[in-house]
């Protein structure tokens, strides 16, 4: 009828670490793929033939490897930290709740 709120925040944070870990790794493949398959180069291509050359615009140092590997990483690790605290703050409400009602209460049933 209790979560161990410190063992929840430890499960909780690994998870969201491996997670995170999994993030970054996907934007780092589909930068890849994109870059690969010429879709930066396009866009470029498309915005400098409406006109809208702004000093040479170029998609490609826009979002460059570095620039999205380090955006998805920053979001990665708020993204721990607010996982891990609403982990916590999920498990202290349910500890509340079970004190106040009683629980779940489970019925196993062999059939």
């Given amino acids: 009828t209790r979560i161990d709120a410190w063992s929840a925040a430890k ?7 491996a997670v995170g ?10 930068w890849t793929v994109l870059d ?4 930066f180069d396009q866009v470029t ?5 409406t006109g809208l050359d702004a000093g040479g615009f ?5 979002l460059s ?16 930290v607010l996982i891990t605290l609403l982990a916590v703050i999920v ?8 004190t106040l009602v009683g629980g779940v209460h489970v ?5």
Wanted: aromatic content about 4%.
């Fill in 36 to 39: 690969v398959a010429g879709v």
């Fill in 11 to 17: 499960v909780a944070f690994m998870l969201s670490i």
């Fill in 91 to 98: 498990t202290l409400l349910y500890n509340v709740v079970s």
């Fill in 107 to 111: 019925t196993l049933g062999d059939d």
């Fill in 45 to 49: 291509q498309i915005v400098s033939s």
């Fill in 65 to 80: 490897l570095s620039t999205v590997l380090s955006a998805v990483t920053i979001f990665s690790i708020v993204e721990v």
């Fill in 21 to 30: 870990i999994i993030q970054v790794v996907a934007a780092a493949l589909l």
């Fill in 58 to 62: 170029d998609l490609a140092n826009v």
